[in-house]
């Protein structure tokens, strides 16, 4: 009997063993902190900020090969302000990321769990000069489409110069499968020098209320020189609702703003969001990169009737001191027009003013 045992403890042994020989797991992380200078409604501010690229995190993310050109993969990846060392991210764990999938050379890759939503991944990886952007001066177009989806089935593969995405994040209600639910796909072209695409999306409230967006985009590159432009269209209906942050209501953790009520009191008219980025990057030396970008929304129906606009400029000067660590200087300049100075509902609130200034200087580090 204890021969049987020995025997089988070391066939487990040795069949874990192989398992492991064909696995990794890769700790990582990036810190992007800023001294930061800010004008705000009652007066102006300085102190420790978010730095202006990136958001601060650290994560694991493994694969295993499984045979035949098949791979388990994983990542989980956690926000956290170094300021103050407390979670981002609704105060979850693996706020960032928190998905298990598999990966096909042939088939592509299917991922379940909390991933970036469609629309976000689509822009901001794509055609955004900054991959997204960190602080609100210059990352606000996601609160027209949403960065991180709860509860999400996505797939995604390549067919020649073609990348398709297609993602259904399930709303979790109960009673009902499209409460709170957001299906979105796109479509990338890519080609010498740079790449083009289009993507949409719907969401849906715990009342059926729903948002729609669409995406296109386009960059281009010549030598250090590099263009972005995509735009965004966001139509919310009147009474499109979002639960509370960290709570497991439709639409929670999803950075979406809602649609209920205006300056002016309860909303009655559908809003419709028009955005467009433009910008630009120039890398002269392997020390010094340069990027800038304008981003302008008009909103209809901000309230009933009523119309308003956003713009945004910054300037980024960056000096890489190697590898993994870079310091940058950062400034930027929003102004709101019409009935945007006061909407509770917009993309960008500056507490009732109509501009603000900012100024950044940030250290940035990965590993």
Known sequence: MNIKSFACGAALALTCGGAWAQSSVTLYGLIDESIRFQSNPGGNSLGLNEGAINGTRWGLKGSEDLGGGLKAIFQLESGFNVGTGKFDQQGQLFGRFAWVG???????????????GGIYSFYAFNF???????????????????????????????????????????????????????????????????KAGIAGAQSKDGAGHKLLVGSAGGTYAWGPVGLYLYTIDARRDAGFSVAASGTTGPLANTNIISNVTTAAGPQTSARNDLFVRVGTSWQPTTQWRFI?????????????????????????????????????????????????????????????????FGASLSLRTLF
């Open 102 to 116: 598999l990966q096909s050379d042939t088939w592509g890759a299917l991922k379940l769990g909390r991933q970036y």
């Open 128 to 194: 955004d000069p900054l991959g997204g952007g960190n602080i609100n001066a210059t990352d606000w177009s996601l609160f027209l489409t949403g960065i991180r989806f709860d509860n999400t089935a996505q797939y995604e593969n390549r067919f020649g110069p073609v990348s398709l995405q297609a993602q259904r994040s399930f709303g979790g209600q109960p009673g009902s499968n499209s409460a709170g639910s957001t299906t979105s796909a796109s479509l990338i072209y890519n080609f010498t020098g740079g």
């Open 292 to 356: 800038a970008s304008y981003a302008y929304d008009h909103a209809n129906n901000v309230s009933p009737g009523k119309t308003g606009s956003i713009q945004t400029v910054y300037g980024i000067a960056d000096y890489i001191l190697s590898k993994r660590t870079d310091v940058y200087l950062e400034v930027d300049h929003s102004h709101l027009s019409g009935a945007s100075v006061k909407d509770p509902n917009g993309p960008l609130a500056l507490g009732g003013e109509a501009n603000q």
